[in-house]
Every structure is written in structure tokens, then in C-alpha cells.
């Protein structure tokens, strides 16, 4: 079955820390990966997107993810949080076929930033 | 800029009162998806359109339908509000068709609350 796992429900770090949010999926195919982040009261925004070459995928807003096959993760990265990342943030996956890209979409990390 | 609009951002309606949500894009997308989103939760697909093409999910309630009247506007008709229906229901619109893999572009939602 496709999914996509988010194991951490809530996150916080210090402004100016570095960040990790993890993302796992399980996927029969080869998937498209996704991040997006969220504001309070907004729609979603891609952050960045991966489907071939380069593992490491730089993204807007100083975000990058890395794609390891042989952990099925994608995990999103920042090197130095601003307090204006607070937001949650959802992994997502979909197919490399499809002529609609219908998504599955993790359960979201929240992230808080602390001052 | 091209864009996905929600109107309205906020939707007060009463129990049972039918209710319409809708969405514009300039993107020139040919598929719009909605979805529903309460709180704390990743977003849940209800039913996407690829160009005139309606797609409903198997566990959409039939209190929902949506129209789509040309490729710029999407409609969502909720027939008999209940109060589990509360909720932000996202427009998204992505150029499917490409082989897949197209990020979805989100509107900012329209908060749904009944009374």
C-alpha cells in the first residue's frame, strides 16, 4: 500500500539551529516526492520536489531534502531555522505516471520555533 | 501572477443550508482537485477534474459534488451541511498530463463553519 509516514507529530528549535524533518514513504512504483509547508489559515506551498538525478534537492526559502532509496526517505533540512519557518510542514508522494497528479500526503510535522 | 483563488476565505453557513465554495485559477491548469482539511490534519482528497473529467473518491460522501464549468472555475456544492462537515476546504490545480509529477499549486482555503 502507498503511504507516507511523518513520525514527528511536533518539533521545536532554537532560531537559528539547524532543522531535520523526517519523512519515510512506501510506494510500489518510483515516486515523486514532495514537501510543502503551511501557514496558519493558508493554503500549501511546494517547497521542493524530487523525482530523478541528484539525490540532494535545494529547495525555496534555503530548504534542501535528500532522497536515500534504501531507507525510503526524504527528509527536509535547513541549516539555520528563522522564526518565520514556523509552520507545518507535509511530506508527500506521487506517481511518476499519472496524468493527474493525485498525492498522498504525511500526517505533518508542526513546527515551532523557539526565540 | 498566476494563481488559485478561493472565494470566500471564510463561509459561515447554517446546519442543512447548502452551500457553495469556488475556485478560479489563471494558471491555465487542466486538473483542479478539492480537498478537506480539519484541523491538525493532512489534507484528504475529496474529487479532482481532469479537464471535464470528474474523478470522485471512493469515501466522498455524496453530500458533496462539485462543477466545473469551464477551465478556469471549480465549484464545490455541499447539499446538507452537517456540523462534521466544518472544515478548510482547499482548491489545488496542477498541468497534469506531462507523465505525471506535477506539484499541485494551492489556493489559501476557504474556512468552512456551520452553525
Known amino acids: 500500500a502507498q503511504s507516507v509516514t511523518q513520525p514527528d507529530i511536533h518539533i521545536t528549535v532554537s532560531e537559528g539551529a539547524s532543522l531535520e524533518l523526517r519523512c519515510n514513504y512506501s510506494?510500489?512504483?518510483?515516486?515523486?516526492l514532495f514537501w510543502y509547508v503551511q501557514s496558519p489559515g493558508q493554503g500549501l506551498q511546494l517547497l521542493l520536489k524530487?523525482?530523478?538525478?541528484?539525490?540532494l534537492v535545494q529547495g525555496i526559502k534555503g530548504f534542501e531534502a535528500e532522497f536515500k532509496r534504501s531507507q525510503s526517505s526524504f527528509n527536509l533540512r535547513k541549516p539555520s531555522v528563522h522564526w518565520s519557518d514556523a509552520a507545518e510542514y507535509f511530506c508527500?508522494?506521487?506517481?511518476?505516471?499519472?496524468?493527474?497528479?493525485?498525492?498522498?500526503f504525511g500526517s505533518g510535522t508542526r513546527l515551532s520555533i523557539r526565540p | 501572477d498566476a494563481m488559485v483563488i478561493q472565494n470566500p476565505r471564510y463561509q459561515v453557513t447554517q446546519f442543512g443550508k447548502p452551500v457553495t465554495l469556488s475556485c478560479s485559477q489563471t494558471?491555465?491548469?487542466?486538473?483542479m482537485y478539492w480537498y478537506q482539511q480539519k484541523s491538525s490534519q493532512a489534507p484528504k482528497l475529496l474529487f479532482h477534474?481532469?479537464?471535464?473529467?470528474?474523478?470522485n473518491e471512493a469515501d466522498t460522501p455524496d453530500n458533496f459534488q462539485s462543477r466545473r464549468p469551464n477551465t478556469s472555475f471549480c465549484f464545490l456544492d455541499i447539499r446538507s451541511p452537517g456540523l462534521g462537515d466544518a472544515a478548510m476546504y482547499l482548491c489545488?490545480?496542477?498541468?497534469?498530463?506531462?507523465?505525471?509529477?506535477?506539484?499541485?499549486?494551492f489556493g489559501d482555503g476557504t474556512r468552512l463553519s456551520i452553525l
Open positions: 489545488a490545480t496542477s498541468g497534469g498530463g506531462g507523465g505525471g509529477g506535477q506539484p499541485q499549486h
Open positions: 524530487y523525482f530523478s538525478g541528484d539525490t
Open positions: 508527500a508522494v506521487g506517481p511518476g505516471y499519472s496524468s493527474a497528479s493525485k498525492i498522498i
Open positions: 477534474y481532469y479537464d471535464k473529467d470528474f474523478n
Open positions: 494558471l491555465n491548469h487542466n486538473v
Open positions: 510506494y510500489g512504483a518510483t515516486p515523486y
